[in-house]
């Protein structure tokens, strides 16, 4: 099995890290490799941040990569090990049961059109938001092609059924399991009146489905964020999201179902 650890730089994770590189190797007899470039398995130890660093890195692997989360500080919505669990996931790999079961989970796909006419695709695990910095962002919205509505407000943002705990959550979305094979498209501050008029409430978006947000092109530059990475241009015609072909694989193995995950990374406490 050949296996990557990819990490944050924090000591603590560092530590980690070293330690269970220590323990594959003194407990594998061999059968653990360690491969940065070709892993079958991707271990991140940090946050989620890590683990979406890692899922960026190795973006153009994923139809063969199974992730595991080890987190290092609270409770991680990705993380399904503790660190001070090495010993059970060093058990686990050694007899392969993380790598007979897998769950998926959707992905984002964002196509980027400028207007010199070439075009850039993104694929984003969380979410991806289109805002204008200095102003007021003024787009139309097309499903299939067609005029849906004309959005004036702050931003707009399409999510994955996971990302939709994140940014999406945080701005009145939905939460959506990932089950759904759908991404969801929310409002920023959008502004509504007597002139201006949009729908108000978040949009689920099914596979085989297309947003496309034409931007109005004044000049001025807006921001494109994916994840936990961004880009500034004032050269963005329009950008398409759609449910990607991709997906994410985890390990299934410990692997904790949804709600629980909903239930322990925002509420934290049994209702009892």
Do not use: C
Not at 20 to 27: E, Q
Not at 69 to 93: I, K, M, P, R
């Amino acid at each position: 099995m050949k296996i990557s650890i990819y990490s944050n730089n924090v000591p603590h994770s560092r530590a980690v890290v070293s330690l269970l590189k220590d323990k594959l190797t003194a407990r594998s007899n061999g059968k653990v490799i360690f491969d940065d470039d070709n892993p079958e398995v991707v271990i991140t130890v940090g946050g989620d941040g890590t683990l979406l660093g890692a899922f960026h890195h190795y973006t153009d692997q994923l139809d063969k990569i199974r992730f595991i989360g080890v987190h290092t500080g609270h409770l991680g919505f990705y993380a399904d090990w503790q660190y001070f669990e090495l010993d059970d996931l060093v058990e686990s790999l050694v007899n392969q049961e993380t790598t007979a079961r897998t769950v998926k989970y959707p992905l984002l796909n964002a196509t980027l059109h400028y207007t010199d006419g070439h075009e850039e695709t993104i694929l984003a695990l969380n979410e991806a938001a289109i805002k204008r910095p200095l102003g007021t962002l003024v787009a139309d919205v097309y499903i299939q092609n067609e005029l849906f509505e004309r959005f004036r407000g702050d931003g707009l943002t399409a999510s994955t059924p996971t990302g939709s705990t994140a940014y999406n959550k945080a701005i009145g979305g939905a939460v959506m399991h990932p089950s759904l094979q759908a991404i969801q498209l929310a409002e920023i501050a959008s502004i509504n009146s007597r002139v201006f008029r949009t729908l108000g409430s978040p949009l689920i978006i099914g596979n085989h489905e297309v947003i496309k947000i034409q931007l109005e092109n004044d000049g001025s530059a807006v921001t494109f964020s994916y994840d936990h990475l961004n880009k500034i241009s004032s050269n963005i015609d329009w950008i398409s999201f759609k449910v990607a072909n991709q997906k994410i694989q985890f390990a299934e193995y410990r692997h904790m179902h949804f709600w629980h995950r909903v239930q322990a990374s925002f509420i934290g406490t049994e209702v009892k």
